[in-house]
């Protein structure tokens, strides 16, 4: 069974999914050159970015919307295997638009698999 992101997900779902993975999801295999984020009392959820090194490769990227989004559609199309528990977690997160069903493990899955088109850490 494929899923697809809803149409009118709103920036808010995609920025809650950057923060859980900057704040702990990927912080074994990169550490951050920059991170960008509102400083009012609403974040900017457009305009979100994390300038990260990739301390096993040796490698800059980013991550920003596009990156969260691309993430997600990989999983969700079942591009991109993971372990069970973890896909059904993304997939009722993009169900209910709540990305609070997203830990840590699941946000890093998704930066990983936006990046890199797959999981190569875990």
């Keep these: 069974m494929q899923l697809t992101l809803k149409p009118e997900t709103k920036a808010e779902f995609f920025w809650d999914i950057f923060v859980t993975a900057c704040e ?7 550490s951050f050159e920059r ?12 305009g979100f970015f994390a300038k990260i090194l990739d301390t096993e490769e040796v490698k800059r990227y980013e991550i920003h919307r596009a990156t969260i ?6 999983i969700l199309s079942g591009k991109v295997n993971l372990r069970s528990d973890i896909k059904s977690s993304i997939a009722l997160a993009s169900i209910e638009t709540d990305a609070g069903y997203i830990d840590a493990d699941g946000a890093d899955c998704i930066v990983q698999a936006g990046l890199f088109g797959h999981v190569i850490y875990s």
């Design 24 to 30: 702990g999801g990927i912080n074994y295999w990169a």
């Design 35 to 46: 991170y960008h984020h509102s400083h009012g009392e609403a974040p900017d959820h457009e």
């Design 69 to 74: 989004q691309n993430g997600l559609k990989a």
